[in-house]
């Protein structure tokens, strides 16, 4: 089975900078979705960001131009780059992944929940 693992999450000051890495392990087809989600106390759970095999990535409106996915095939991994953090981005962040059906990987994880995750990593920022 697919094993993902996050890290990279700790307490920051409103305005700084994290990076979250979530290493992959057992993820043998060519085409599948990964993605960055978070749940804070109380709320649902919402998408963050999503990427492709092909490399195409989509953020949610809320962190657009303030964090960035990216992969790294040769070493399984996936990371998420947080710049200008605000307290409303406090939440415990997942990874997840799920094979390629044919739609956006964005639009995929509306459908239907990605079939593997991780067990989370905290982030917390304070004003």
């Known amino acids: 089975q697919v094993q993902l693992m996050e890290s990279g999450g700790g307490s920051v000051q409103a305005g700084g900078s994290l990076r979250l890495s979530c290493a992959a392990s057992?993820?043998?087809?060519?085409?599948?979705?990964m993605g960055w989600f978070r749940r804070a106390p109380g709320k649902e759970r919402e998408v963050v960001a999503t990427?492709?095999?092909?490399?195409?990535?989509t953020y949610t409106n809320s962190v657009e131009g303030r964090f960035t996915i990216s992969q790294d095939n040769a070493k399984n991994t996936l990371y998420l780059e947080m710049n200008s953090l605000k307290p409303e981005d406090t939440a415990m962040y997942y990874c997840a992944a799920d094979l390629w059906v044919g739609r956006s990987c964005y639009t995929q994880s509306f459908i239907q929940a990605y079939k593997w995750w991780g067990q989370g990593t905290q982030v917390t920022v304070s004003s």
């Open positions: 990427i492709s095999t092909f490399g195409t990535t």
């Open positions: 057992r993820l043998t087809s060519s085409n599948y979705c």
